[in-house]
């Protein structure tokens, strides 16, 4: 009984997530859902990759908080449209928000749509919105045995972009430990090495991410 | 009516919460609530505080985590008894998951119980487990506008321990701004300022846990 209730939630998320990728399908925009910790840098990932992608493709951003529309004005203050979702309590997006911030975007002057899901690594992973790319950010100093304790999150994704590699020096974290974890949970990701306040490695995501936008409108 | 069932739910976990409160209290046993993003410190913060108040409390652990017996490794290897909860997929710990752990732990033997909480700084609040404090360890690296975006989780603790106070100096991480913030949701809350690494300000938190488990057993 309880588990039929459940079935019901997500398959009508699933629904509206079909429905999201068909309007982005015909709108040609191809949409990115990033997911994180709190405070492992997918604002901040964001504005390096709207530097990165200036000139070859047009960029949108929905940003989703539980409160406060902190991230958006920082989107909004590069001159990128953008639509905050506060969920209230809601520990992550679903297909329905991001359905209502899609009804307010410019979507016939956006290419690649860039979606901050809440920070959190275990409950946005059941909940499609309408993304042809799930991409995780890790951040450093969260230690290189996450991947351990969040299989859920690391085996989901399409792309991981390891953030903060300039504290590796202070830090007890094994880059190569890591990636070994990653793999064994997910041999396909794409991994990236980055560093949004060096800006180390941001192009080379930036320049994936067109490549990957371009193929897909082919 | 979907409203009913979430009240229904929580009111059950509040009732075991209470169960469990009542057992620790005939045992003589102190629970704390240790949420936190995921890699803020939680296990790291656990070990410290069992060398601080060695000698002076007999603690005890729950581990919980969605996948995983790392942590209860750590812990089991300083001596102390430890039990840990598996989560499966579920976003944070309950009542229900406490009280078959407290079974399973020796608990006349025990003074201090740390529950650390599964990594997530949304879900944990709204479940009680039976603990008299509720403590939240917030990490330099996640920055100092986090407030601003898990007001629920900051507001709803009686303890703060910042953590990684040795990266300070290569973050952009104002202390003033942060305790600021903190301070308009949460005046009462007690603000420890912490690095698990160089140990500097863990004794403070260690002592002011002694202290506190004595006046409640009085």
Redesign the interface.
Known sequence: MRIQVVEDILSANERIAIENQRLLDEKGVFAVNLMS????GKTSLILRTIEVVRGKLRVGVVEG????R?DADKIEAVGVPVVQINTG?T?HLDANMVRQALEELPLDDIELLLIEN??????PT?FALGERLKAMIA?T???D??P?????MFAAVDALVIN?I??LP?LDFDVATFRQLVAGLNPEARVFEVSCITREGVEGWGEWLVEITAADGE
């Open positions: 910790s709190p405070g492992a908080d539980i409160a406060s902190l309590g520990c809440v920070g959190n690594l275990i409950c059941g951040s100093p969260e230690g045995d996450k351990y304790k969040y299989p859920g903060k300039d504290l202070h």
